[in-house]
């Protein structure tokens, strides 16, 4: 079984910022990982010069967990570059966590809530629906992809998964894996628990050898 990786940062005195890059905070967003990246700088260039900087700075606190490699440098979220620092991941956690709130599950009282990011920045929150005739109900993720899809997004680049259950993380069913695959296989899914620790996997990881848009062609 894989082991978990607590999201939760650790404050940490950093240094040197100012003297290398005048004019920039030292405000510092720190993930599991160890690496630390300036929150805000008063200049683009001088931004860039940071994220350069940083990401050559943590070539060496680069790790993996079951293939997943999280990279503490600024997000990029391209097609082939989806690298996610850990203080948007903690961010799509407490959003999923916040959705969780307004499931509609009085059969199952299981809540669960999910945070959909998209690839132009923008996040979609999900809840659970339940009905009474039970096989109309739908997941958290799928809702939060299908109001995703009605605000014009289709390309996602990570989504988080929240309930309250506290012993292990919970994973999207199959139905939603399927879902998730239509608008592709790289999606990083962010397991969670209410203590907000969380865990990375990719959607190719929970959904092997799926069958998806290209197959049709």
Do not use: W
């Amino acid at each position: 079984m894989s082991s978990e990786r607590s999201g939760r940062a650790d404050a940490t005195a950093t240094s040197g910022y100012a003297a290398a890059f005048p004019g920039t905070s030292q405000s510092v967003a720190e993930g599991g990982g160890g690496g630390r990246i300036p929150a805000r700088a008063t200049d683009r260039k001088i931004q860039g010069r940071i994220a350069s900087s940083v990401k050559k700075m943590n070539e060496d606190l680069r790790y993996q967990e079951d293939g997943v490699l999280i990279n503490n440098g600024h997000p990029h979220f391209s097609e082939t570059d989806r690298d996610l620092e850990p203080e948007l991941i903690q961010k799509l956690v407490q959003k999923s966590h916040e959705a969780k709130a307004f499931a509609h599950c009085p059969y199952s009282r299981f809540r669960v809530g999910a945070a959909l990011l998209s690839q132009d920045g923008r996040i979609f929150g999900g809840c659970n629906v339940e009905n009474a005739c039970y096989t109309l109900g739908i997941c958290a993720e799928r809702t939060a992809i299908q109001t995703a899809v009605t605000e014009g997004a289709k390309k996602f680049v990570a989504i988080a998964v929240a309930s309250d259950v506290e012993e292990e993380f919970i994973t999207p069913c199959g139905a939603c894996r399927q879902v998730m695959r239509e608008f592709g296989s790289e999606l990083q899914i962010i397991l969670t628990k209410p203590s907000g620790s969380y865990l990375v996997k990719t959607l190719q990881q929970l959904l092997p050898m799926s069958f998806g848009p290209e197959n049709l062609k």
